[in-house]
């Protein structure tokens, strides 16, 4: 009688699956869900991929996920750090950086670095090969992950304070000797193609960085940094970082590249409500002579601002969402993607700041076709929406997918689980991606490292600077001198008197070139 009853019972559960098994979901265990080809074409999709990221479910969870320039850096919540082909999802390679632990941060990258913060200690990798090529306690506890340029390592922390660590390249001496001029005029078109292929390769493995320990420069705040700063500029001469703050400050940041003595505060911006996500950055037009691109940043009194990357100037009057913007402003091309905190996406023009359209129930944008935007809604549902109106074509049941990634670099959706389970989906006749946002990027820079002393390669070992560093102790630092007036323990600013109301937008303080040097 109970066997009869127990296979009943499992009868009516099968029956009862069995839609959910037609539309195409296969559990791969622990409730991960695999969307199948059959399911992915009926919305006009195919799935390209699909990868388990190196996440223990018993001990650990998918922690954040970073695209940059073709690769995704996985990072758990036990310290390990991963790099997968965005387009394959080939893995690429797979690192423990630091304590399973201690608290990691999200990584950031930039050009051949990448970089996490796992407890007090920053490590910058080599982004091709997962090798650490310099790691240093920070002085402070961050808050938020790091920010990298081509030559620097930007950490917020919880005092307000923004540290700036030198990341000096270093090369082999022997082995540019030995390189192969891929333009020799003795060689063939496909000769030099080989060449020039041969020694990116090499290069890409050999990238090196000083480890004598330079402090840091660093520049106190107006509130307490708790998202990652963003690196806008950088030349041979210069480099521009912009940060954003709980009290509703966004500053901008310059150091001087040729002396490399002082993270000097240039401007800031004063909101009404606090900034909760890293702001987002239109590439100066490079039609228009002494154009500094534009700072788009989403506020919590319920404004997206459009700022001028030079001097911080509105670029157009704030738009009003009537809600706070709970994710950063996504850019594709000349339009602006901004959620907000009770549902609902605008798309603005990104020039002009005038609303296109709006979505009811959005919370998240995840990417952009040709004509789709695909969005999550408060369901978790994956939304396809009309490109021109906004209008809703059709919805996709993800709501166990919780991870989807925000991809203002290409066309491809990226879909995931806690437990590490990553799929990437395409329009079906996409067979390349689209990449968008590449019509201001200015030639990549020629990065020439500096005359240091190259390392002379010992007996029985290799050139250069070892893979694995050891960094020599660390000079106790000093506090830091807070020179704006709302450092970590200051006080606001004093209110207005009575019958006049508190300037609103940009508040140029007369110390607009706080911040400093080497406090350590």
């Not at 702001?279 to 700072?295: E, W």
């Amino acid at each position: 009688m109970r066997l009869s009853l127990l296979v009943a019972g499992w009868g009516t559960i099968l029956a009862a699956a069995g839609p959910l098994l037609a539309a195409g979901y296969s559990h791969a265990g622990g409730g991960d869900e695999i969307i199948s080809e059959a399911t992915a074409q009926r919305y006009g999709l195919t799935r390209v991929w699909v990868t388990q990221a190196q996440v223990n479910p018993a001990r650990g969870r998918l922690q954040s996920v970073v695209l940059y320039d073709g690769t995704l850096f996985t990072q758990s919540s036990r310290a390990t750090l991963e790099a997968i082909d965005a387009e394959t999802g080939q893995k690429l390679w797979s690192k423990l950086v630091g304590q399973p632990s201690y608290p990691t941060l999200q990584p950031g990258a930039c050009h051949d670095l990448v970089a996490t913060i796992n407890g007090a200690r920053l490590f910058v990798l080599n982004r091709y090969t997962g090798d650490i090529l310099f790691e240093t306690d920070i002085d402070g506890a961050p808050g938020g992950g790091p920010a990298l340029s081509t030559k620097r390592a930007y950490v917020p922390t919880v005092s307000g304070l923004i540290l700036s660590y030198r990341l000096e390249p270093i090369t082999n001496a022997a082995q540019e000797l030995g390189k192969h001029d891929p333009h020799d005029i003795e060689m063939t078109d496909e000769e030099k193609a080989e060449a020039k292929k041969k020694i990116e390769e090499e290069r890409r493995e050999n990238i090196r960085i000083r480890q004598d320990y330079i402090p840091p420069l660093a520049c106190a705040s107006a509130g307490r940094a708790l998202v990652p700063p963003l690196v806008i500029k950088q030349t041979a001469d210069e480099e521009f970082v912009t940060w954003v703050t709980d009290r509703g400050y966004l500053h901008l940041g310059r150091v001087d590249r040729r002396s490399e003595d002082m993270l000097q505060m240039k401007d800031r911006f004063h909101a009404e409500g606090a900034f909760s996500n890293p702001p987002t950055f239109l590439l100066p037009d490079p039609k228009q002579r002494g154009d500094g691109g534009i700072i788009f940043a989403g506020s919590d009194d319920g404004h997206v601002y459009a700022l001028s990357g030079r001097d911080l100037e509105k670029k157009w009057k704030e738009f009003d969402t009537r809600d706070p913007v709970i994710d950063s402003p996504v850019l594709i091309e000349d339009r602006l993607y901004v959620t907000t905190e009770l549902g609902g996406m605008f798309a603005i023009d990104a020039n002009s700041g005038k609303e296109i359209w709006w979505a009811a129930e959005i919370m998240h944008f995840v990417a952009a076709g040709r004509q789709r935007i695909y969005a999550a809604d408060k369901l978790g549902r994956l939304r396809i929406l009309d490109a021109r109106t906004g209008s809703t074509l059709d919805i996709i049941p993800t709501g166990s997918l919780p991870i989807k990634i925000s991809n203002d670099q290409t066309d491809r959706i990226y879909l995931g689980t806690e437990d590490g389970l990553l799929q990437c989906l395409r329009e079906v006749e996409e067979s390349k991606p689209i990449v968008y946002n590449q019509s201001r990027i200015p030639p990549p820079e020629e990065i020439k490292p500096e005359k240091t002393p190259t390392v002379p390669k010992p007996k029985g070992g290799d050139a250069g600077a070892p893979k694995t560093p050891h960094p020599p102790a660390k000079k106790p630092p000093a506090k830091a001198k807070d020179d704006t007036g709302f450092g970590d323990d200051a006080a606001p600013p004093a209110k207005p008197p009575k019958g006049k109301a508190p300037p609103k937008g940009k508040a140029k303080a007369k110390d607009a070139d706080a911040g400093g040097g080497n406090p350590f």
